[in-house]
């Protein structure tokens, strides 16, 4: 089971916190042979809670010369969906030094019966797209946000609106983002990931619908 999963509706709950990246008592100095990058990965955590090693989306792993602890990542031996920044090693070496970490939730299918009322607030989305290891389908999601006094939170979601069988007899899902304001103000725009397991779409085509700041708009991949 991957952690930041969600079942039933249990939209999905954004802060501007969660697209920081978070340094939990690693180094974070300069190399003279590598450089950073950052990718989506599924951290894997030891029987000590240390995150041992990465599984990268193309299914190669990188192993951690520094393991560390991080605060969200509490349980022993379980897998977490995150965006990774690591020193890259020029020598292609896949033991790697972590300089930051930032959860990436996994985002459940709802049925339209278990949503009690359906916002499609205006959202951007950068871009849709399948993991090479077929195991996610990854979005970059641009969200207006801005500081307030109050307790408010926007939240975000995909419902599945319908299922159909293509003439080549591959299986088509259809779903709509799931958007709720929520009172946030729209000072300036956060860039969220989200990744949905391909595993529980069970299809091949994935069309996803979403009302965009320029009107409706659908974005189509294949497994």
């Not at 920044?85 to 299918?109: E, F, H, N, Q």
């Not at 916002?119 to 946000?145: C, H, Q, R």
């Not at 899902?173 to 529980?200: D, K």
């Amino acid at each position: 089971m991957y952690r930041f999963a969600y079942t039933a509706l249990l939209l999905l709950a954004l802060s501007l916190g969660m697209a920081s990246c978070q340094n939990d008592g690693y180094d974070t100095g300069d190399s003279a042979y590598s450089y950073i990058t950052a990718e989506l990965v599924l951290l894997h955590t030891n029987s000590n809670k240390a995150v041992a090693y990465a599984t990268l989306d193309d299914g190669s792993q990188l192993q951690f010369s520094n393991k560390f602890g991080l605060k969200w990542a509490e349980e022993a031996d379980a897998d977490y969906r995150a965006l990774l920044y690591y020193d890259k090693p020029l020598d292609g070496s896949t033991s790697v030094k972590a300089r930051g970490v930032t959860p990436v939730p996994i985002v459940s299918i709802s049925k339209p019966e278990k949503v009690e009322q359906m916002y499609t607030d205006p959202l951007g989305i950068e871009s849709v797209w399948v993991a090479k290891n077929k195991t996610f389908l990854n979005m970059s999601l641009l969200l207006k946000s801005g500081s307030t006094d109050g307790d408010t939170q926007q939240t975000v979601g995909l419902v599945e609106q319908g299922r159909s069988t293509n003439a080549d007899g591959k299986q088509h899902v259809v779903l709509e983002m799931y958007h709720n304001q929520g009172g946030v103000p729209q000072y300036y725009t956060v860039q969220q990931y989200v990744s949905v397991s391909l595993t529980e779409l069970n299809a091949d085509v994935v069309e996803i619908q979403a009302n965009t700041y320029n009107g409706k708009k659908s974005w189509i991949v294949e497994k």
